[in-house]
């Protein structure tokens, strides 16, 4: 196994595994550090059936299933994420966390590389633990203790509209929750500080308006996203990633008109964010 980093801040690819047999003890244990230490991963050249990618991510953790997109009928592990040479529009399109708006949002995401755009469509990752470390002591002495609403409202809330220009398909029978969550998140394997909010899905800071939370909250997502707290990743046909969901947001580039792209996502079950 050999890895490479990809920025001085967050990302690296991981050579020399066939992630489509089952892992070592050891090696799985060098994938699950390697998640730690640089908050997404990346795998090339990877081929791999449907069964082989749910049994990979398996090794990792219970798999959750999407509580708000439609998935495979033969294989409900697996969310399709699809854009036609038709559709206008693509899921994933802002800086977000995945399914914050769930009690239990996902310990991380593995996104499978299907079919992808000859250019164009490459995802973006940022560092929330240096995004976090990087406030100054007065902000992060504000935050500490605060608490955020988030929702689903943003999905659920515009079905139809969303539906008509995307061929990833929201359910049509899910409601909008509201669930709440610290500002600032303690990862429950490093115990390192992290900012956890998001555009599309952190509605409001707990006790106050949507109108009094959004300067504070736009500044935060803007210093998050900086340059030197991402990286960016360009796909292959075979290519994985596998991203830390407790200490990242990111970013799906719509830059491929009139080409497909289809990759495969699993998520894996997580627990409540203290």
């Known amino acids: 196994m050999k890895i490479i980093k990809l920025t001085g801040t967050i990302g690296a ?5 066939d992630v489509s047999k089952p892992l070592t003890p050891e090696m799985l244990a060098q994938i699950r550090q390697c998640l730690l230490d640089h908050c997404v991963i990346f ?3 990877q081929t791999l059936t449907k069964e082989q990618q749910i049994a990979f991510v398996r090794q990792f953790g219970a798999i959750s299933k999407s509580p708000v997109y439609k998935t495979l009928d033969s294989h409900p592990e697996i969310m399709p994420v699809i854009k ?4 206008r529009d693509i899921i994933g399109d802002t800086w977000h966390t995945d399914e914050t708006y769930q009690e239990t949002p996902p310990m991380g995401s593995v996104l499978y590389a299907r079919e992808v ?5 490459d995802t973006l990752w ?22 955020a609403v988030h929702t689903n409202e943003f999905l659920t809330g515009n079905t139809a509209a969303r539906n008509a220009t995307r061929s990833t398909k929201l359910l049509e029978t899910v409601g909008v929750n509201y669930v709440v969550h610290p500002v600032v998140r303690t990862h429950d394997e ?5 900012l956890f909010v ?3 899905f952190t509605h409001a800071f707990e006790g106050m308006t949507r109108a009094e939370s959004l300067p504070l909250l736009q500044y935060l997502y803007a210093h998050a996203s900086k340059p030197e707290n991402t990286c960016r990743f360009r796909w292959r046909k075979g290519s994985i990633a596998f991203w830390d969901n407790r ?17 495969h996502r699993i998520t894996l079950q997580g627990t409540r964010p203290v």
């Open 84 to 87: 036609e040479p038709t559709d």
């Open 190 to 194: 490093t115990g390192r500080k992290c």
């Open 198 to 200: 998001n555009q599309p």
């Open 117 to 121: 755009p000859a250019v164009g469509g």
């Open 247 to 263: 200490c990242t947001m990111h970013y799906a580039i719509n830059d491929y008109p009139g080409q497909r792209r289809e990759m």
């Open 126 to 147: 940022c560092n929330l633990y240096r995004a976090y470390e990087t406030l100054s002591d007065g902000l992060k002495q504000q935050l500490e203790g605060m608490r």
């Open 43 to 45: 795998f090339r050249d």
């Open 13 to 17: 690819e991981i050579h020399g595994v």
